[in-house]
């Protein structure tokens, strides 16, 4: 099994004295100010916590936007910080950019055209040239910032992300030498979805700048060579999963991203949580009754109408669960700058007013909604061990790590998680997962109904084998993976 210590010997022996380098729009530390003093905080982002661990290993440095209100008062003059503040392990770099930019870059092209695209969840992308514009300026930025914290060293650059795709093409062809790999971490869509997008060549060929490219499942990777095959003059090598461009190879392969199940594990055994259980259950009104758990940010992908229609249906279909059931929904609000990210705001906070009036008694209501923004680690993990069974329902979605970090915090071997076939976690986890469809309300609801009453030996059986299979494949396996992969190229190309 791989572990920090693997993934540390491995970068230790194979990269030696490279220059390892991580490249997102998402910083993984956040300085704020409260009041006269700063805050360090960790962003609800998946990105950062999947790659935080990784970074620790490697001991390298991170270029991202810093956007924090304190973030310019922690750097030093070249405008860094060490990270962790508590016990450093790597610095992380900040790229400043102005509101225009990131209007038109973030909201505009990244959020606004590249998200709805590829998540192929019936919102309608929204190309604007002003935006693509900002979009390309932007990576510029970032790939000069890149280029001269490399100078004449030997390095690798690991660029992340729908941000940043112009960004390895631009580093490649300044400096060569440079081993440059991208993650893509939401869905990549079929050929004819694709094409709609007006900037579809100049996307395809910043991404072929990329040595390495990789996509949480095989499905994505295949689209991706499907898309450049109809697109561009060039060679797909379908044996190998290689594309060759003007003397130019990438691989394209599918690396699975997960978690540090063994860090959530323990984390989720420290009495602390017991405590804050305790506490949640004080300030929510909850007794003996059993608590079904989402966790997501507010954005229309995740099928959170979807989620809540169903919770609906499971009552009027199984009433005898009235004031048994409670179901804690926690939503992280996102992109609020957006027309698309108001509405499903607005529609969220209906469907739960609704329902709730439709279906409480007492001091009983069946949906508690959380803001996320106020909720801390501690909570999180609490709300996690207190549920029977956690709902991931997404419309589409590149992996979701909400369902192995559920999984990895359950040490008693219980709880049921509840999934979405078009999650990439499915992948790994639908043979023991109870899976449905979530534009399927009625099926939603008996998924539900079959959660709360599945006896606790098969809850058991269930769950010891999803921990299993998270646990073997990690985040530092993912890791290893991923860099031997890159030596891998790094020996053919020498």
Not at 45 to 74: E, K, N, Q
Not at 169 to 179: A, D, G, Q, S, Y
Not at 278 to 299: S, T, W
Request: net charge positive; glycine share 6%.
């Amino acid at each position: 099994m791989s572990t920090r210590e693997s993934l540390q010997t491995l970068v230790k022996e194979k990269l030696g004295d490279s220059l390892f380098i991580v490249v997102s729009n998402r910083e993984p530390y956040i300085h704020e100010w409260a009041g006269d003093r700063i805050n360090c905080l960790k962003p609800p982002s998946g990105l950062t916590t999947a790659l935080d661990p990784v970074m620790h290993s490697c001991r390298g440095i991170w270029i991202a936007h810093g956007g924090g209100s304190a973030d310019r008062d922690v750097v030093d003059e070249h405008d860094k910080v060490p990270v962790p503040p508590e016990n450093p392990h790597y610095f992380l770099k900040r790229v400043w950019l102005t509101k225009q930019e990131e209007d038109g870059y973030y909201y505009g092209l990244a959020n606004g055209a590249l998200w709805p695209l590829c998540h192929v969840a019936y919102t309608r992308p929204s190309f604007s040239e002003s935006a693509w514009s900002m979009y390309k300026r932007v990576n510029e930025v970032f790939a000069s910032v890149v280029l001269e914290e490399v100078g004449h060293r030997k390095a690798f650059v690991f660029v992340q992300d729908y941000h940043l795709a112009l960004v390895p093409r631009l580093i490649k062809e300044r400096n060569p030498n440079i081993t440059v790999a991208q993650f893509w971490h939401i869905p990549w869509p079929n050929p004819e979805v694709m094409r709609i997008c007006p900037w579809q060549e100049e996307l395809l060929l910043g991404l072929l700048g990329n040595d390495l490219l990789g996509f949480q499942i095989r499905y994505y990777s295949d689209n991706f060579l499907n898309t450049v095959n109809s697109s561009l003059e060039c060679r797909v090598d379908w044996e190998r999963h290689e594309v060759c461009r003007a003397g130019h190879k990438t691989v394209v392969q599918s690396f699975p991203i997960s978690i540090d199940f063994a860090q959530i594990s323990r984390e989720s055994k420290q009495p602390r949580v017991t405590q804050e259980i305790a506490r949640l259950k004080k300030q929510l009104r909850i007794g003996n009754e059993i608590v079904g758990l989402g966790i997501d940010r507010i954005d229309y992908t995740k099928g959170l109408p979807d989620r809540l229609r169903a919770i609906d249906r499971f009552f009027e279909k199984y009433p005898r669960y009235a004031k048994q059931v409670v179901f804690v929904q926690v939503g992280a609000p996102s992109r609020i700058h957006l027309d698309s990210y108001k509405r499903i705001h607005a529609d969220v906070e209906t469907l739960v007013e609704r329902i709730n009036w439709k279906h409480a008694s007492g001091h009983w209501k069946p949906i508690i909604y959380l803001n996320g923004a106020n909720m801390s680690p501690l909570s999180i993990a609490a709300l996690r061990r207190m549920a029977r069974f956690c709902v991931v329902s997404s419309l589409h979605d590149g992996m979701n790590l909400v369902a192995k970090e559920f999984v990895a915090s359950r040490f008693d071997e219980d709880g049921v998680l509840i999934l979405s076939p078009f999650t990439g976690a499915s992948r790994e986890l639908a043979d023991h997962a109870l899976v449905v469809n979530p534009y399927a309300t009625d099926q939603f609801a008996d998924a539900l109904r079959q959660a709360v009453e599945m006896r606790p030996r098969e809850r058991r059986r269930r769950m010891r084998i999803m921990r299993s299979i998270v646990q073997e494949n990690n985040i530092y396996k993912w890791a290893e993976d991923i860099t031997l992969e890159l030596l891998k190229f790094q020996a053919r190309t020498r």
